[in-house]
């Protein structure tokens, strides 16, 4: 079973914002733009970027040339602000129903799994908190040979 890759693309977007804003701080950047980037279709893009709008990460601007831009600096919006705002449930989740009662291991490994998920979760958390869009953005330019200004 795979994990949603909604985390990744909110990630995405809001590094290209970041970007956007470094080098053409006037110019907003359309969800069509991104989704060039993604190689994905506009329409999941235009979710994605809604459910940012809604956590308060990014702002549209309507009508002709508009787009979007950053809500707040990106040293301001961590990974785990992208995270939140756009999954829901656990990263880990449990059995669809619970296992055997009568079954030794059935019985017990609910609770040991929940503690053991809650615990890789909360490790997860911490990680995404200690990262900003503008981490990520340092990140992709380094990696693309821009020089850090």
Known sequence: MALSTRCATAIHALTMLARRE????????SSSEIAESLASNPVLVRRILGALRDASLVVPVEGRGG???????????????????????????????????????????????????????????DRLRERTIACMLRQVLRRDGVPAS
């Open 67 to 125: 787009g979007w831009h950053l809500a707040r600096p990106a040293e301001e919006i961590t990974l785990f602000d992208a995270y939140a705002a756009v999954e829901s449930g656990p990263v880990l989740p449990l059995y669809s129903h619970d296992p055997s009662r009568s079954c030794p291991v059935g019985r017990n490994m609910q609770a040991l799994l929940e503690a053991e998920f809650a615990d890789a979760e909360r490790a997860m958390a």
């Open 22 to 29: 470094r080098e053409q701080p006037d110019e907003l950047l």
